[in-house]
């Protein structure tokens, strides 16, 4: 999908690299249901990559999206999609707090983390984020397009921008 304005242009591509990544994770969690072998630096650098990536997601960029995204929605008449929007955020980020802390405790020492809840954690935060994913490029970046023009567009990117 290509997109006139910048925004909605960046939310894409952020959306493809957090897919990208997420289907990577997905495809190395459903090779291995036992932990990984303690000192796996493979596992340790995508989990660094996860909990990297899980960060940017849930502070910067819903950040981003509850501030100054939502309520353009909500101005445009598409209220109901934006409070859908914030309430799967708000389901994420609970599922995140509580994982994050096994994420890097993993990462960092290897097999002394509690590798199936770590897993089924992880595997779930992925669903969500797919699912949110999928709805914030159908709803949220096509309304983006016809909402924002040139002025507005170029100042949202500039504050997105200077947050990273």
Known sequence: ME??????????????????????????LAKGKA??????????RLLREFDANLANEIGRHFGFEEQELFPLLADGGDGDIAALLADEHAAILALAKRMIPALR????????????????????????????IQ????????????????ERDRALLDRYLAAA
């Open 135 to 150: 709805k914030e490029e159908m709803s949220l970046l096509p309304v983006l397009e016809d909402v924002l023009d040139a």
């Open 105 to 132: 405790a993993f990462a960092a020492h290897g097999a002394a983390g509690d590798w199936p809840a770590l897993r089924e954690m992880a595997l779930e935060l992925i669903e969500r984020q797919v699912a949110h």
């Open 3 to 28: 997109f006139a304005r910048q925004v909605p242009a960046c939310i894409h591509r952020e959306h493809l690299e957090t897919l990208a990544l997420l289907e990577r994770i997905e495809a190395a």
């Open 35 to 44: 932990a990984p072998a303690p000192g796996d630096a493979g596992w340790s």
